[in-house]
């Protein structure tokens, strides 16, 4: 984890000449920035040259897939931020009286309705 104050491996491997073959490793990590190193000695990487091999490493949802480097590759996945605490919850609303109704307003009996000042 390149997050704290020290950077020590998490895992380290090597001797990885078998062909046709699979190798893997799992560890369990905390939330943080991790840095992948793939080394090889003849400098022509997994893929390609001789072969068709490939690495993949996974943090989380990230992933990272390589084959084609030379001596050695680096990849860095995750973050170093921490996600932000949750906010406060709002606070109660307050207590809000009720609206008064509207005014009544009377018409005389003789005035028009709304209806009948329409024009068809």
Do not use: W
Request: glycine share 12%; charged share 15%; aromatic share 12%.
């Amino acid at each position: 984890n390149k997050c704290g104050s020290s950077s020590k491996p998490i895992m380290s491997g090597g001797d990885y000449d078998s062909k046709y073959s699979t190798f893997a490793s799992v560890a369990c990590v905390s939330e943080g920035e991790y840095k992948f190193t793939i080394e090889d000695s003849y400098g022509d990487g997994t893929c390609c040259g001789f072969g068709y091999g490939y690495y993949s490493f996974q943090y989380g949802d990230e992933e990272a897939i390589g084959g084609e480097f030379g001596y050695f590759e680096t990849k860095s996945l995750g973050s170093c931020t921490t996600s932000s605490p949750t906010e406060a919850p709002t606070p109660q609303p307050t207590q809000v009286s009720p609206t008064p109704l509207p005014t009544q307003v009377h018409l005389p009996t003789n005035a028009p309705t709304p209806s009948q000042n329409l024009r068809h």
